[in-house]
T-cell receptor, first 112, second 118 residues
Framework: QKEVEQDPGPLSVPEGAIVSLNCTYS??????FMWYRQYSRKGPELLMY????GNKEDGRFTAQVDKSSKYISLFIRDSQPSDSATYLC????????????FGKGTTLSVSS | ETGVTQSPTHLIKTRGQQVTLRCSSQ?????VSWYQQALGQGPQFIFQ???????GRGNFPPRFSGLQFPNYSSELNVNALELDDSALYLC?????????????????FGAGSRLTVL
């Protein structure tokens, strides 16, 4: 079993839809959880960064962490064609150090 | 404020050759990490450099090596290239500190160097 599992999709939705992206993980020591967005031919850019369990909201994006279920989610409200990208979940054990463990990424396409 | 820049953007090598990839850190960052992203996969941690020394390594063989320079820029070297080394190589910089500074310990990625091994 991989440490981080993420359905690669692809996921296609119409503009304005609510998108739900998810990852599961096996290492209960993970404490820091991130979502990165990666456009084609670009490097990943950080969208959301959360510590431990709970919700965090930033504009149209909401990140949820459920450590008891080892499950994290990213919700995108009012999705736009510009949201079309690959979304990568990532996590790590300690705040210091940068050895992130990534999921495979989910490819999202939002049609206008 | 400049971001992370990588060079070259694309290159093609043949099996057995050696390659050097370069990375300039974001201004104010003191740590560089390298990741390998194969097609359709998430990035995999290769190693991290802090104060010019390797400070953590993933599951990669010794033919993957690196350097960090006093200006925090970095190189990734891969010897004896294999076909499976074909991937996007991502450099990421960060400000590593154990003090709770906002934005600390968060990676900023470059656009990557795409290596094709024939």
């Amino acid at each position: 079993q991989k440490e981080v599992e993420q359905d690669p999709g692809p996921l296609s939705v119409p503009e304005g839809a609510i998108v739900s992206l998810n990852c599961t993980y096996s290492n209960s020591a993970f404490q820091y959880f991130m979502w990165y967005r990666q456009y084609s031919r670009k490097g990943p850019e950080l969208l959301m960064y959360t510590y431990s369990s709970g919700n965090k909201e930033d504009g149209r994006f909401t990140a949820q962490v459920d450590k008891s279920s080892k499950y994290i989610s990213l919700f995108i409200r009012d999705s736009q064609p510009s949201d079309s990208a690959t979304y990568l979940c990532a996590m790590k054990v300690d705040q210091a150090g940068t050895a992130l463990i990534f999921g495979k990424g989910t490819t999202l396409s939002v049609s206008s | 404020e400049t971001g992370v820049t990588q060079s070259p953007t694309h290159l093609i090598k043949t099996r057995g050759q050696q390659v050097t990839l370069r990375c300039s850190s974001q201004s104010g960052h003191n740590t560089v990490s390298w990741y390998q992203q194969a097609l359709g996969q998430g990035p995999q941690f290769i190693f991290q450099y802090y104060r010019e020394e390797e400070n953590g390594r993933g599951n990669f063989p010794p033919r993957f090596s690196g350097l960090q320079f006093p200006n925090y820029s970095s190189e990734l070297n891969v010897n004896a290239l294999e076909l499976d080394d074909s991937a996007l190589y991502l450099c990421a910089s960060s400000l590593e500190t154990r003090v709770g500074l906002a934005g600390a310990n968060v990676l900023t990625f470059g656009a990557g160097s795409r290596l094709t091994v024939l």
